[in-house]
T-cell receptor, first 115, second 117 residues
Framework: GESVGLHLPTLSVQEGDNSIINCAYS??????FIWYKQESGKGPQFIID?????DKRQGQRVTVLLNKTVKHLSLQIAATQPGDSAVYFC??????????????FGQGTILTVHP | NAGVTQTPKFQVLKTGQSMTLQCAQD?????MSWYRQDPGMGLRLIHY???????DQGEVPNGYNVSRSTTEDFPLRLLSAAPSQTSVYFC????????????????FGAGSRLTVL
């Protein structure tokens, strides 16, 4: 079946730099996307979401960009901090009715922030 | 407000043994689900429920049973454990608002690490 994937499995940045984590999806019917952060030994934690009728959405220090033409999703973290070190997952949902809650997760990207 | 609570955190089983992973949420969320997380494969949906008395299969349901007798609890049962079920299991819940668009923000538990020998 179709799945969500990530271009880079690891990303290392210096504290204060901006980070960009990429995600490619193959299901053109997907209309809702979420980014989760998972710290070691913990469950995934919601960061930000975006619907397919949007190209960009901003949160606190984070921005998600959606390019439906090339089926690409990215998470930008501004002024990255050591506390941002974690595994980041993108997830998609086709939306509506019986597909509710059936998130398909990517493999994850390990972000390491060096002081 | 504890959120989503999973027990046990760690469990070792022998092949063929049975056990139940417990999940409880105190947020009055209608939707609950179980995922398993394996290295390099992200999280995969096992079973889910949109309310008490209603359950359905996810992507990888074989070998697992669930029931939803109350809004708060959603246990996952392994009837005859196999080494392929060695994994980290996560329970998650959410409200049903946004259902029409499939938009749901899941709150995850801390996970249960299961090893089957």
């Amino acid at each position: 079946g179709e799945s969500v994937g990530l271009h880079l499995p690891t990303l290392s940045v210096q504290e204060g730099d901006n980070s960009i984590i990429n995600c490619a999806y193959s299901n053109s019917a997907s209309d809702y996307f979420i980014w989760y952060k998972q710290e070691s030994g913990k469950g995934p934690q919601f960061i930000i979401d975006i619907r397919s009728n949007m190209d960009k959405r901003q949160g606190q220090r984070v921005t998600v960009l959606l390019n439906k033409t090339v089926k690409h999703l990215s998470l930008q973290i501004a002024a990255t901090q050591p506390g941002d070190s974690a595994v980041y997952f993108c997830a998609e949902n086709r939306g509506g009715g019986t597909s509710y809650g059936k998130l398909t997760f990517g493999q994850g990207t390990i972000l390491t922030v060096h002081p | 407000n504890a959120g989503v609570t999973q027990t046990p955190k760690f469990q070792v089983l022998k092949t063929g043994q049975s056990m139940t992973l417990q999940c409880a949420q105190d947020m009055n969320h209608e939707y609950m689900s179980w995922y398993r997380q394996d290295p390099g494969m992200g999280l995969r949906l096992i079973h889910y429920s949109v309310g008490a008395g209603i359950t359905d299969q996810g992507e990888v349901p074989n070998g697992y049973n669930v029931s939803r007798s109350t809004t708060e609890d959603f246990p996952l049962r392994l009837l005859s454990a196999a080494p392929s079920q060695t994994s980290v299991y996560f329970c998650a819940s959410s409200r049903l608002q946004g259902r029409a668009t499939g938009a749901n923000v899941l709150t995850f538990g801390a996970g249960s690490r299961l090893t089957v020998l």
